[in-house]
């Protein structure tokens, strides 16, 4: 039984189905997309496609990473958001391979990819809406099975010392150039987001070819974490692609302009109007094809995934990206 009456209302849309009283039609139309999207605990078993843009979208025909695989395991499992296309669990599975073999990392913690059917998140992000992004943890997978609670509980190490805007020698390593690098060398990434101190540290720390660091921005947060950005799968006329990054490899001025600190706040010459709180991201936002996304099944039926549900071997149970890559100043948050 649902808490939350909005909720079953969110959980029983059936319009191109059944007559639907006007009231309840309403209601799905104005309650914010996060909440619906959250809710949906399964994917659609429908054609694996990414419908939209990273940060108005959603995702159709999701695939589980599993939790526990020999080179990662995913973490902040009660968020259920270890789901993406495909062509993200591929990645992400062969990037746990390689580093591990080729680099000598102990082994992925994966944090956030998407929600079972993509989609606006309750908490944490902007993006991560059709299944084509990957929060990977920059701490090295201990060598034994975590716990579920430990999943939970356990913090990333930040590799930046934020007060001095630079890096934490004393905790970044070739490790992490390594792993950073060849997650960006593979063809099918779009974009690395990184902060503005490990992205400077790249730039120091690459040897030889330069050319992938193109691919890695700086944003805010991001001390713990990199955030890997797959571009659309190629045919796949669903999806709708980003920009391509400026050509160069990004380590000069506009680098240093994020590190620059803050500028003092100017003294308002008159009173200032209250910020307006943005409207929340509705249904109607997305593209059409998110509401069949969003409807599954009728009510009482659970749809069939598109894989098999989490399995856990033990016992049973945050960033906005900017596309426009703009030189920014402030703090690194």
Known sequence: ??????????????????????????????????????????????????????????????????VNGKDWQAMRLSRN?????????????????????????????????????????????????????????LTPMPNRLLSREEREKMSATSMVNEKA????????????????????????????????????????????DRGWLNKVRPWWGHTYHFHVRLDCPPGMASCVPQKAPPP???????????????????????????AVKPRPILLADLPAACRQVLIGAPPGMTPEPATAPMAYDAAPPADVENPADAPVTGTLH
């Open 248 to 274: 160069g490899d990004g380590c000069g001025p506009e680098l240093d302009a994020w590190l620059q600190p803050p500028k003092p706040p100017k003294t308002p010459t008159k009173p200032t109007k209250p």
């Open 81 to 137: 958001r270890n789901w993406g296309t495909p062509e993200l669990i591929a990645f992400t599975e062969k990037l746990a391979y390689d580093a591990k073999r080729q680099d000598g990392w102990p082994g992925l913690l994966v944090g956030d990819m998407g929600q079972p059917r993509g989609g606006p998140a309750l908490t944490g992000h902007a993006s991560h809406q059709i299944g084509l992004d990957v929060d990977l943890w």
């Open 1 to 66: 039984m649902l808490k939350r009456p909005i909720r079953a209302l969110a959980l029983s849309i059936l319009l191109p189905v059944f007559s639907v009283a006007p009231a309840m039609a309403e209601s799905i139309d104005t309650t914010p997309a996060k909440i619906l999207f959250s809710d949906v605990k399964t994917p659609i078993p429908l054609e694996a496609r990414a419908i939209g843009s990273y940060a108005k979208g959603c995702l159709a025909g999701a695939v589980a990473l599993p």
């Open 165 to 208: 805007r630079a890096i934490d020698r004393s905790v970044w390593t070739q490790g992490q150039v390594k792993l950073i690098r060849r997650a960006a060398l593979d063809p099918r990434v779009a974009r690395i987001f990184v902060n503005a101190a490990i992205k400077k540290a790249l730039c120091q720390d690459a040897r030889g």
